[in-house]
């Protein structure tokens, strides 16, 4: 066996044993318990639902190694300040992703610097379902994720081209499965600055995606970047040939359908105009439709938050070879259903809204706009 892939699946083993104790309790990064599970039980408090009305059915994930349904550790904790809502997060972090202690001070030091980012404001949020609904919808559904050794860290899927005739052991790329923090039933991380998404994804051994790469894992279809971007041309003018050639697909298929993705949230009554004090990020827990997921198995490409992602307008700017580019926004959000504002297909590219490079210190930020990552593998 390849020793690389041989570690790998070392590590899947190892995945295991913390898993199974997140299940119980909270545990520490090498899956002993740290007493945490009790303290939440005391403080624990229920979050606020606003609707757990849709139906689910969907098949489990397809991936080649042992299955794992974890529970979140904490899943009933809601804090009442961002502080020991980031605190919180990050102990989930280390249970579930296997994070090692640089990679966790890393990212505390990031959200330490971040005015705003985290699960929304504590104050003003409205969840659309609660996590532990969200688990009781996978369950129900008979979800199962499994983990793919190729990608070397948890809930990531690898990204291949079988129009192609790729096959998976081609792929070159994994992608998070949900969004940030990449767990299943946990809310994702919003008022996130797309430097800041880019340095968070950089503290866990990942990068942000290139637009194209999000667009493939929700198609279904990773292609080359040269059939994807015509770097010659200016950023607009790349955009208008790409939309105008782009196939018409959805995550779940062909046709549209509000209802099987997170759409029938709400906004905020405060929330005109937007802003930190006045919106909440009332998204509901990744992975809560599990219906909403591609062919790779990657989940809310649709609904929930919107998603941050590089841009690149020359080829040395591709994430996949150690550049940035422009900053790009994918997908549509929780409130979709009611407000059907652009065009979702997978592989739509938006206008250049807010548009800054993709490391500016003042590139946008929104209640409802979060970010996945992505790793090479090879």
Known sequence: MDPSLAKRAASSRSAEAILLCALLTACGPEGETSGAGDAASAVAEPALSASASASVSASAVSAPLEPSAPRLPEEDLYPKTLAEQRAALLRRMTVMLRLEPGQLDELRALLDKAPFAGQGNPDLQQYAL????????????????????????????????????????????????????????????????????????????????????WEGACAGALREPEAEYDFKLP??????????????????????????????????????PDGWKNCG??????????????????????????????????????????????????????IFKKYDAH??????????????????HDSHLNYHLGFRCCRDVR
């Open 130 to 213: 609660t996590r532990r609904e969200c688990r009781e919808r996978r369950e129900q559904a008979k979800v199962v994720e499994q983990e793919d050794p190729l990608c070397g860290s948890p809930f990531m899927s690898p990204l291949w081209d079988p129009e192609a005739g790729q096959t998976a052991a081609q792929a070159k790329v994994c992608i998070d499965r949900f969004e940030f923090p990449n767990m299943p039933c946990d809310y994702p991380v919003t008022w996130a600055m797309a430097r800041e998404a880019a340095l968070m994804c950089k503290a866990v051994g990942k990068r942000l995606c290139d637009a194209h790469e």
């Open 343 to 360: 065009p979702d297909d997978c592989r739509w590219r938006a206008p250049d809204w807010h548009g800054t490079k993709l490391m500016a």
């Open 235 to 272: 950023r607009g003018d790349m955009r208008h040939r790409h939309n105008a050639k782009r196939e018409i697909v959805w995550a779940y298929g062909k046709e549209r359908s509000f209802e099987k993705c997170a759409m029938d949230s709400v906004k905020s009554k405060t929330c005109l």
């Open 281 to 334: 990020s009332n998204t509901y827990p990744a992975g809560s439709f599990p219906e909403c997921k591609s062919a790779f198995g990657v989940y809310d490409q649709h609904g929930n938050a919107a998603e941050h992602m590089n841009l690149p307008l020359k080829p040395e700017q591709l994430g996949s070879r150690g550049g940035s580019g422009g900053t790009e926004m994918k997908g549509s959000w929780f």
